[in-house]
Nanobody, 117 residues
Framework: VQLVESGGGLVQPGGSLRLSCAAS????????MTWYRQAPGKERELVAR????????YYADSVKGRFTISRDNTKNTVYLQMNMLKPEDTAVYYC???????????WGQGTQVTVSS
């Protein structure tokens, strides 16, 4: 299993970024996909989750109305569109697929998002 995030960077408050996570090594369309983030000195937290076919999504309260998770099963890619970014959104963002109990719980390497003026 390989998950490769991209799209992070430095953005001013109020700005937007779109993260991508390219997946390989498993049947992408069979699994929920989740974005997590971890800020310095804090625990990793769930940001958003999308079901295998994209029919249902879940968001942390802190990002609801600002972030949108989506997926393209033809490209084996999950996205996180982040709008109206705030300094408190600064973190390393990770892509995750949990295929337990029959498979692994897998993470990408993370992509840094910094929101600062």
């Amino acid at each position: 299993v390989q998950l490769v995030e991209s799209g992070g960077g430095l953005v001013q408050p109020g700005g937007s970024l779109r993260l991508s996570c390219a997946a390989s090594g498993f049947t992408f369309s069979d699994y929920e996909m989740t974005w997590y983030r971890q800020a310095p000195g804090k625990e990793r937290e769930l940001v958003a989750r999308i079901t295998s076919r994209g029919g249902s999504t879940y968001y942390a309260d802190s990002v609801k109305g600002r972030f949108t998770i989506s997926r393209d099963n033809t490209k084996n890619t999950v996205y996180l569109q982040m709008n109206m970014l705030k300094p408190e959104d600064t973190a390393v963002y990770y892509c995750n697929v949990d295929r337990r109990p029959l498979g692994s719980n897998s993470w990408g390497q993370g992509t840094q998002v910094t929101v600062s003026s």
